[in-house]
């Protein structure tokens, strides 16, 4: 069974103009959120997480994510994309509980930034 | 800053050839990982290893042995490549301790090709 969804495989946004991925989780205990980066030929960087304080959650390059139970959701959002954004983006989470060594990552989501 | 390092980033191997993908970390971190990506299949966990000492299966472990050899290094062994190993490696570490578990610091990966 699918513990995290990636809405989208590929994402094309023009410069400016607003970032939605989409990420949706199931999961029995509360659980830590994560969004992670990856540069072409690179390694992830994460970007940013959720661990049970506030809802809405700010990360590097100006990116947030909403954490909603009641939609079992972790968007990220950036108002204005920019060209350097071009990247694959990886949605995880912690499903055993706070501690337990295993993220669950979805399958990603690319996204192209047109000039 | 080194961070997470593995060696190394490039082989190409025979079927049934084995071999030894090394990590060294820098950062102190108690919690080491394996990870294998492959195109639309996100992250897939091999091992990790939650403190110097201990090992455990991640999602996809067969064929695959690793070794905890102290703090820094984590090492993960091919006995017998197949091709069905040829992938994109990741090594990961991170504190491993409460709200820090899910920050991942990756290495920038080893790509193996097995004909």
């Known amino acids: 069974a699918q513990s995290v969804t990636q809405l989208g495989s590929h994402v094309s946004v023009s410069e400016g103009a607003l970032v939605l991925l989409r990420c949706n989780y199931s999961?029995?205990?509360?659980?830590?959120l994560f969004w992670y980066v990856q540069y072409p030929n690179q390694g992830l960087q994460l970007l940013l997480k959720?661990?049970?304080?506030?809802?809405l959650v700010k990360g590097i390059n100006d990116f947030e994510a909403e954490f909603k139970k009641s939609e079992t959701s972790f968007h990220l959002t950036k108002p204005s994309a920019h060209m350097s954004d071009a990247a694959e983006y990886f949605c995880?989470?912690?499903?055993?509980?706070?501690?337990?060594?295993?993220?669950?990552f979805g399958k990603g989501t690319k996204l192209s930034v047109i000039p | 800053n080194a961070g997470v390092t593995q060696t190394p980033k490039f082989q190409v191997l025979k079927t049934g050839q084995s071999m030894t993908l090394q990590c060294a970390q820098d950062?102190?971190?108690?919690?080491m990982y394996w990870y294998r990506q492959d195109p639309g299949m996100g992250l897939r966990l091999i091992y990790y290893?939650?403190?110097?000492?201990?090992?455990d299966k991640g999602e996809v472990p067969n064929g695959y042995n690793v070794s905890r050899l102290n703090k820094r290094e984590f090492s993960l062994r091919l006995e017998s490549a197949a091709p069905s190993q040829t992938s994109v490696y990741f090594c990961?570490?991170?504190?491993?301790?409460?709200?820090?578990?899910?920050?991942?610091?990756f290495g920038e990966g080893s790509r193996l090709t097995v004909l």
């Open positions: 950062m102190n971190h108690n919690s």
């Open positions: 290893s939650a403190s110097e000492g201990t090992t």
């Open positions: 990961a570490s991170s504190r491993g301790t409460g709200v820090n578990t899910g920050e991942l610091f």
């Open positions: 959720y661990t049970s304080a506030a809802t």
């Open positions: 999961s029995s205990v509360p659980p830590y």
């Open positions: 995880a989470v912690d499903l055993r509980g706070a501690g337990s060594y295993q993220l669950t």
